[in-house]
């Protein structure tokens, strides 16, 4: 053994919801468990901040109070293509949250359940056969048994094995204070803004901010010429558009890219979870990608204290992630390309409660 290195019995790399929810449920099953977050503090992360029922479900079973944390109640969805705006009830009631106050809600939580929570402190790489992860401090953790949750992020060693030939999606946010008119008009609503290549996501988050968030094509967002020249051309094709995103070509932008939607992990290594994003990737206008975080996390753990390897685990949650992410893939590529685009706004136009059964169907179970 290495001077520097420590024997963890469960190790979880990345404190998203996916991390927290996983180092929450092994501490309260007696495990000893910590959890390694690269970020020092409170952060935003690229995210449209949508909590549908599962979620919150599944903060509930956690303990978590997302009414607690001024999460703003989501009654509406709505659907605004450059032709046509289909309004309907959504299933059950949902809510807007900033990720940044949610996942340090979460962190604070996996903490006061018994788990080291070690923050600013980002892990480098790691061995799948040995479970020996480097930090970037030089010190290295060999993990009993490590839970791998660092998000869209991949940890050298462990990377996902992604198709590199193929160019994934672009995703970006801003939050920025939203004029009245604006600020009304999203009151209880998540508002979907589908184009050529990506859509648009809005809401309001708990600070009455809105929170815009977007997925477009790399191809789409190089030919535009970089983010603003995006904005105001979506602005001059749709006059909906135009008018939320007046306040926001100033606001601050983060980005994330190559995002690998619809892929699924299949285990390998008896010891070693995937969870969160790190294990399926639903196309974010499903707004599904936190509750699988949640209940990925959670279905990992309890795996783990039952005596389950990580490729039973892997394999059963691939199973159980399937249908959402067929059918929110079938979704992206509807909302994305012209014809079937208007074919399906002209349907839900028709028979709005169409759009409530694609959100059923993009749940997890
Ligand atoms: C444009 C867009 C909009 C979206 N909108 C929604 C939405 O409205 N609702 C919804 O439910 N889902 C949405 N999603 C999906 C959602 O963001 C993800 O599914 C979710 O964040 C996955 O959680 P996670 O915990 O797996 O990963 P993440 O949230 O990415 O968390 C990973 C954590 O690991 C940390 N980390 C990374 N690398 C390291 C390292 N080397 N060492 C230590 N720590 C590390 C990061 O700092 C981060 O805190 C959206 C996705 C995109 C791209």
Redesign the pocket.
Known sequence: MSDGRRIVEALV????????ATAMTLARGGAQVEL????AGP?D????????WD?LAALRRLGVDADGLGARPIARLRLASARRLVETRLPKPAAGLS?RRL?EALRNAAEESGAVVRRG????GGDPASLIVRMEDGSEIQAGALFL?????E?RGLARPLDQRRRG?V???AAFAPGPKVAAALDGVIELHPFDGGYA?L?LQEDGQANL???VSSEKLRRSGGVRELLEALARETALLAERLEAAYDAAWIS?GN?PYGWRASGCVPKLYR?????A??A?L????????LT??MAAADAYRRGETGDRFQRGWSARAARPLRVAEGLRWAAETRLPRRLAMGAMGVAPGLAGLAARLTRIA
């Open positions: 790399v990345g404190g998203g919801p996916a991390g927290s390694i977050e690269r970020q952060h992360v690229v995210c449209g901040g949508f909590l549908g979620a990720r996942d402190l980002a892990a480098r949750a660092t998000g869209k992020h940890l999606a995703g970006l946010r996501g809401l968030c977007m997925s994330v995002v969870v969160g994003d790190q294990a990737v639903i974010s499903a707004g599904d990608g936190i509750a699988m975080a990925s996390g």
